[in-house]
């Protein structure tokens, strides 16, 4: 099978410089080995997981590609949403990819895109990037016009009532979003 040659997700000019021809990488296509994702970008949905397809195809082509506002408060269980798309963060200014279906791309700033990056295994040897439970948390209060105020606290609810959750650590990454700090101050000092 020839689809072993190549990772789990890949782009067709990653394919061409592994010596992997374009009829060959539609032939996989065809025969059901692989799947596209977006435009040039395949992955072999049999060896990563689910949750984490849309994001393994966004990082084959833009390695800062993250997951982030409620897709990544899912990922840490501090929200119960069904997302129909996977929110992926981009640094401010980077295209983002065509083609993907169920994918809402944000564009964040430089100065903090790197700000609580975590990195996870997809399956099939594929790492990816979450942003951590507090970046996840803070980023909701900072959008909380697009997210919701009901998210936001739910999430901050359900974060502190966890084990070795800090609050400090929670202000620590809030401290480099202006427009979230004063908000979540406010909402800690009613919770806590």
């Not at 984490?52 to 390695?63: D, G, K, T, V, Y």
């Not at 840490?76 to 990819?97: E, N, T």
């Not at 979003?177 to 800690?188: E, I, M, Q, T």
């Amino acid at each position: 099978m020839m689809s072993l040659d190549l990772p789990a997700a890949f782009t067709l000019d990653a394919a061409r410089r592994s010596g992997v021809r374009k009829d060959q990488v539609y032939g996989m296509l065809d025969r059901g080995e692989i799947e596209r994702i977006g435009r040039g970008v395949f992955i072999r949905s049999d060896v990563v997981d689910p949750a984490f397809i849309s994001l393994a195809a966004a990082s084959a082509i833009h390695p800062a590609s993250t997951l982030c506002l409620t897709s990544a408060l899912v990922h840490h269980d501090l929200s119960d949403a069904i997302p129909f798309a996977s929110d992926i963060a981009l640094p401010r200014g980077v295209r983002h990819p065509a083609g993907f279906e169920h994918v809402v791309w944000h564009s964040f700033d430089d100065a903090t895109f790197a700000l609580g990056r975590e990195f996870i295994d997809a399956g099939g040897g594929v790492r990816v990037a979450v942003y951590s439970a507090e970046r996840a948390i803070v980023d909701t209060f900072r959008l909380m016009h697009r997210e919701g105020d009901d998210v936001a606290h739910e999430a901050l609810r359900r974060w502190l009532r966890r084990r070795g959750s800090s609050p400090s650590k929670l202000l620590k990454i809030a401290a480099a979003f202006p427009k979230a700090l004063p908000k979540l101050r406010v909402a800690l000092a009613v919770l806590l």
